[in-house]
Nanobody, 123 residues
Framework: QVQLVESGGGSVQAGGSLRLSCAAT????????MGWFRQVPGKVREGVAT???????NYADSVKGRFTISSDNTKNTVFLQMNSLKPEDTAMYYC?????????????????WGQGTQVTVSS
């Protein structure tokens, strides 16, 4: 079955960087139709970065220019490089795939999810 396993979260100071990884198994990985989402307790899960079937990437306005989604198809892994981190980036980060609409920005359209990795940014 499809499994997604995130890693790379942690605690950093504002201005620092982290790279999240999401290893995918159980299906034919293409690097497309992947999404990174984040959630703060009490708030709705929000899209951070997605890739569609053409390889086009999209980013939330709040992370544009700071975050980059990429894929290593030899390792069946999607990454989220996060630079210039801010305290407001603090959240649980999830990777997802299997969207009913590839490249979708809506978390409820994704079928498969990882367990999440916590990112905490201190000021």
């Amino acid at each position: 079955q499809v499994q997604l396993v995130e890693s790379g979260g942690g605690s950093v100071q504002a201005g620092g960087s982290l790279r999240l990884s999401c290893a995918a198994t159980g299906y034919t990985y293409t690097g497309y139709c992947m999404g990174w989402f984040r959630q703060v307790p009490g708030k709705v899960r929000e899209g951070v970065a997605t890739s569609d079937s053409a390889g086009t990437t999209n980013y939330a306005d709040s992370v544009k220019g700071r975050f980059t989604i990429s894929s290593d198809n030899t390792k069946n892994t999607v990454f989220l490089q996060m630079n210039s981190l801010k305290p407001e980036d603090t959240a649980m980060y999830y990777c997802a795939t299997g969207p009913s609409n590839c490249g979708s920005w809506y978390w409820h359209e994704y079928k498969y999810w990882g367990q999440g990795t916590q990112v905490t940014v201190s000021s």
